[in-house]
């Protein structure tokens, strides 16, 4: 995503910024209290809504960093057609015709894709379930089948 090793050992910022998108899908799936009771929702009494709005600002500053870096080094840089470009390079280079779509992505926009992506990723790899039915229903013509997913 980012053309970087984010999981090498030495790498500290990709390990910050996992940890961070970690805690964020963690804290997603606890449940809350807020949401049953709306009155206490001001009162954030488990302070999920706090913790997360910190894992979430941490992981876009991180995010934001490679942004930047990567911005830097393309204005620097002649582009041509023959190099690689990843997930990044594409949001970046992106334009739109500012009618039907924003004419370029903001920082804010791509950051948020780029934190939210990898959680779609993983949440996909650890509830297969639903992905497998979906799969499954799509290659057999909408015949129900119901796979045990016992072996993920």
């Not at 870096?69 to 057609?81: G, H, L, V």
């Not at 950051?111 to 509830?127: D, G, M, Q, R, Y």
């Not at 799969?135 to 796979?147: G, M």
């Amino acid at each position: 995503m980012f053309s970087k090793d984010l999981l090498d050992p030495k790498s500290e910022k990709g390990a910050e910024f996992f940890q961070h998108a970690g805690k964020i899908m963690e804290l997603a799936g606890k449940p809350n209290i807020a949401d049953f009771l709306p009155i206490l929702r001001w009162l954030d009494p488990q302070g999920i809504r706090r913790k997360t709005q910190f894992h979430v600002a941490k992981a876009f500053e991180i995010a934001g960093g490679f942004i930047k870096e990567r911005t830097e080094s393309m204005q620097n840089e002649i582009s041509t057609d023959d190099e690689r470009k990843d997930f990044l390079d594409v949001l970046l280079e992106f334009r739109g015709d500012g009618v039907e779509e924003p004419t370029r992505f903001s920082s804010t926009t791509i950051n948020a894709i780029v934190l939210v992506s990898p959680l779609f990723v993983t949440a996909s790899h650890f509830c297969p379930s639903s992905y497998t039915y979906v799969s499954l229903k799509t290659k057999y013509k909408y015949k129900p089948c119901y796979v045990s997913t016992s072996n993920f």
